[in-house]
């Protein structure tokens, strides 16, 4: 069966320090990987999202960026956090060529000071 | 654009009892597809239901069902029998179009409804 997973599952980082969420997915190949936020009380935001290595797109302008140097891994990062980017970061994934419904991890919960 | 609208910020349901939770959308495109996620406080968001646009037939899965009418652009979800532990965040999603032929499928979330069950 398929599991995702995502760490670190807390993280507290100072404004102006770098970051690097990680999510790997396990017992798919050539999944569909997704990074969604999740500000406080509020939906889901599309991040990026990737058909393949090295094809990331990003939904909106912002510090933040994305890479998948792996088939099944899939890292967000930036290099200067502001506080705007707490919030709850998860990622999903699912198949092409199938139903649209999305696996998430457990997700990271992020806190800039 | 693709928007998805959920107008009950907070619901409450007595346990044992039925509930149901709006969603409307809107869309231009001609197939897409229709997804309820349960979220418990711990965060992670819970696949419960699909629906397909040109489905004939009512999504059903256990204690919950999908009251999908087109023609209005409706997409609610029952829960019957509601249990304590169906207390959580519920979001509707809505894909653009169907997942075939490798598109990346991605999902456009509504605000939530907050549920909570009482003993």
């Known amino acids: 069966s398929q599991t995702i997973h995502q760490w670190p599952a807390t993280l507290v980082q100072p404004v102006g320090s770098p970051l690097s969420l990680e999510c790997t997915v396990e017992g798919t190949s050539n999944p569909n990987l997704y990074w969604y936020r999740q500000a406080a009380g509020r939906g889901l935001q599309l991040l990026f999202y990737?058909?393949?290595?090295?094809?990331i797109s990003s939904e909106v302008p912002q510090n933040l960026s994305a890479s998948r140097p792996q088939d099944r891994q899939f890292i967000l990062s930036s290099k200067k956090l502001l506080l705007s980017d707490s919030g709850f970061y998860l990622c999903?994934?699912?198949?092409?060529?199938?139903?649209?419904?999305?696996?998430f991890g457990p997700g990271t919960r992020l806190t800039v000071l | 654009a693709q928007k998805i609208t959920q107008t009950q910020p907070g619901m409450f349901v007595q346990e044992k009892e039925a509930v149901t939770l709006d969603c409307t959308y809107d869309?231009?495109?001609?197939?897409?597809?229709l997804f309820w996620y349960k979220q418990p406080s711990s965060g992670e968001m819970i696949f419960l239901i699909y629906?397909?646009?040109?489905?004939?037939q009512n999504a059903t899965e256990g204690r919950y069902s999908l009251n999908f009418q087109k023609a209005r652009k409706s997409a609610n979800l029952v829960i019957s029998a509601s249990q304590l532990g169906d207390s959580a965040m519920y979001f509707c999603?809505?894909?653009?179009?169907?997942?075939?032929?490798?598109?990346?499928?991605?999902?456009?979330f509504g605000k939530g409804t907050k549920l909570s069950v009482k003993p």
């Open positions: 629906q397909g646009s040109y489905d004939q």
């Open positions: 999903a994934w699912n198949l092409a060529g199938g139903p649209n419904e999305q696996f």
């Open positions: 990737s058909i393949g290595i090295d094809q």
């Open positions: 999603a809505m894909s653009p179009f169907m997942n075939y032929g490798g598109s990346q499928g991605n999902l456009i």
């Open positions: 869309t231009s495109d001609p197939s897409y597809g």
